[in-house]
């Protein structure tokens, strides 16, 4: 399968990055891995990774220099952003995790810890989504089981944008979209089938 679609995988120093590239262009999509400015300002969509803290993800992203332009490109030229992980969680406006740190604020809610009975930290392994509603990247799903690596969730106060849960223990926000905006706390690059799937799913929106 091939496609016209350029993504931009946003390179600041935290992410699986070969894992997400080869999943895009294993999908036919031209990608490249940048945070240069005229790589972001012609990609017609764009891709935030993220493994490790809150904190040191917000700390990189400024010092990348990329958060004005990926702004201007997601919220008002409205191309599709997808963040994955710490990427997702990213989005919030405010993280706890090793202190309080401001986030991206594109959409309201907290990242705070994990919580419930007897759970390990990280959540290491494959668990089962729960749709809550209608959205873009879970079209056409076989399997809703993904691949997740975390101990902290994104708490998203806006309902709307709450498109997918997980179970695992007291239960956390796996899926978030609100316009162009998407966002999975699993790792679709790592979730075979299923993660292939919602990544053709991003890149079908236009």
């Known amino acids: 399968m091939t496609t016209s679609k350029s993504v931009v995988i946003i390179d ?5 990055v070969a894992s997400a590239s080869k ?6 999509a031209s990608v490249k891995i940048s945070r240069d400015k005229n790589d972001i300002n012609t990609a017609t969509h764009l891709v935030l990774p993220g493994v490790g803290a809150f ?15 990926i702004t201007e490109r997601a919220l008002r030229q409205k191309i599709p952003f997808l963040g994955i992980c710490l990427g997702m969680q990213l989005l919030a406006s405010t993280g706890n995790e090793f202190g309080v740190h401001r986030g ?32 873009v990247l879970l079209q056409g799903l076989a399997d809703r089981n993904f691949y997740f690596v975390h101990s902290f969730v994104f708490n998203c106060t806006d309902p709307g944008a709450v498109i997918a849960t997980c179970g695992y223990g007291d239960g956390f926000v796996a899926v978030v979209e609100k316009g162009n905006i998407f ?24």
């Open 23 to 28: 999943a895009f262009a294993k999908l036919g």
């Open 55 to 69: 904190g040191e993800g917000i700390r990189l992203l400024e010092e990348s220099g990329v958060i004005p332009m």
């Open 12 to 16: 600041y120093g935290l992410g699986n």
């Open 104 to 135: 991206l604020n594109w959409l309201p809610g907290t990242v705070d810890e994990l919580s419930g009975t007897h759970i390990r930290l990280p959540h290491v392994g494959w668990n089962e989504i729960m749709i809550q509603k209608k959205g």
């Open 183 to 206: 966002g999975t706390q699993f790792h679709p690059e790592k979730s075979q089938v299923s993660g292939l799937t919602v990544l053709k799913n991003f890149l079908s929106y236009a």
